[in-house]
């Protein structure tokens, strides 16, 4: 049974640039979310994604977009990149809401590098 | 707002000897709280989860949390820590309803020393 999968492993991007990372999720899982994780600091939460639509955001500005397929796999898209967006982007996966209190399964991050 | 607190950067603890990690929230109501593993360039392992019901909850590795509604904390606890056991560890709460943002903690390194 694969787990979340993420892809690439590394990036390195120059500022302006815009990037896009890939998820796929745990199988049986269909939500999304995605974390940007800071070096020395803990996972912010970006978005979440259920059924193809974006269901909850965090405190990030509208550069971040993502968007999820009709499989449940997604992507996090940033523009217009800068300095700080350098970070650990981390891929989440979960059964549906309501579901139960399901923890999230993450995947091995994506490490951005904005030059 | 939600917040998690995570007081020590870093815990160091000698091979075969209890460890604690602390952690306290400020959220309102009754929320789910969790406890995550990070070794060098991975992501997120789950450890364990607190829903309802006993304060101790055990999970992986030989690791269990201890939650204590009155004073808002949710401590990772392990009778004897393993060298393994060295890595960061973040704590995270969620609200029960709704969808799944989890909030985390800014992480504590554990050391286990030979």
């Known amino acids: 049974d694969a787990g979340v999968t993420q892809s690439p492993t590394h990036l390195i991007k120059t500022r302006g640039q815009q990037v896009t990372l890939r998820c796929s999720p745990k199988?049986?899982?269909?939500?999304v979310s995605w974390y940007q994780q800071a070096l020395g600091q803990g996972p912010q939460f970006i978005f979440q994604?259920?059924?193809?639509?974006?269901?909850q955001r965090g405190n990030f500005p509208d550069r971040f977009s993502g968007h999820q397929f009709p499989n449940y796999s997604s992507e996090l898209n940033v523009n217009a990149l800068l300095l700080g967006d350098s970070a650990l982007y981390l891929c989440?996966?979960?059964?549906?809401?309501?579901?139960?209190?399901?923890?999230?399964?993450f995947g091995p991050g994506t490490r951005l590098t904005v030059t | 707002a939600q917040s998690v607190a995570q007081p020590e950067d870093q815990v160091n603890v000698a091979e075969g000897n209890p460890l604690t990690v602390k952690c306290t929230y400020s959220?309102?109501?009754?929320?789910?709280l969790f406890w995550y593993v990070q070794y060098p360039n991975r992501g997120l392992q789950f450890l364990l989860k607190?829903?309802?019901?006993?304060?101790l909850v055990k999970g992986s590795y030989g690791f269990e949390a201890e939650f204590n509604k009155s004073q808002t904390s949710f401590h990772l606890k392990k009778p004897s820590a393993l060298v393994s056991d060295s890595a960061l560890y973040f704590c995270a709460v969620r609200f029960p309803s709704g969808f799944q943002k989890l909030v985390f903690g800014t992480g504590t390194r554990l050391l286990v020393s030979p």
């Open positions: 959220v309102s109501g009754n929320p789910y």
């Open positions: 989440a996966s979960s059964p549906a809401p309501g579901q139960g209190p399901y923890e999230q399964y």
């Open positions: 994604y259920y059924e193809e639509e974006e269901r």
């Open positions: 199988s049986g899982h269909d939500t």
């Open positions: 607190y829903i309802t019901g006993d304060n």
